[in-house]
């Protein structure tokens, strides 16, 4: 199996800076994408960013500018460095990877979920 565990989330006032990391373990042989999601009470789970093939990044245009993402492939990790933080970033954010897991002989694409970190932005 794959986990994946984040850390960096918390309560922060606007304007604040917060660091989230997404570290990857297990049987997973290579990532093709790893990134972060959202979801505030009452609204859907929105994509924040994410990196495709260790090199392409992609965000959500209410981030851009904002927050930055960044993967170190080597330790099967992405961060999402969030600057100048507002009130609607409040969520729980969630680490998704899309990769290839070995079973046996065989490799097969999977998709897993973090547990989620609580960002709470709030004076």
């Known amino acids: 199996q794959v986990q994946l565990v984040e850390s960096g989330g918390g309560l922060v006032q606007p304007g604040g800076s917060l660091r989230l990391s997404c570290v990857a373990s297990g049987r997973i042989s290579s990532i093709n994408v790893i990134g972060w999601y959202r979801q505030a009470p009452g609204k859907q789970r929105e994509l924040v960013a994410d990196?495709?093939?260790?090199?392409?990044?992609n965000y959500a245009d209410s981030v851009k500018g904002r927050f930055t993402i960044s993967s170190d492939n080597a330790k099967n990790t992405v961060y999402l460095q969030m600057n100048s933080l507002k009130p609607e970033d409040t969520a729980v954010y969630y680490c998704?990877?899309?990769?290839?897991?070995?079973?046996?002989?065989?490799?097969?694409?999977?998709?897993?979920w973090g547990q989620g970190t609580q960002v709470t932005v709030s004076s």
């Open positions: 990196i495709t093939s260790g090199v392409n990044t």
């Open positions: 998704n990877v899309d990769g290839l897991v070995r079973y046996g002989v065989e490799l097969r694409r999977r998709v897993y």
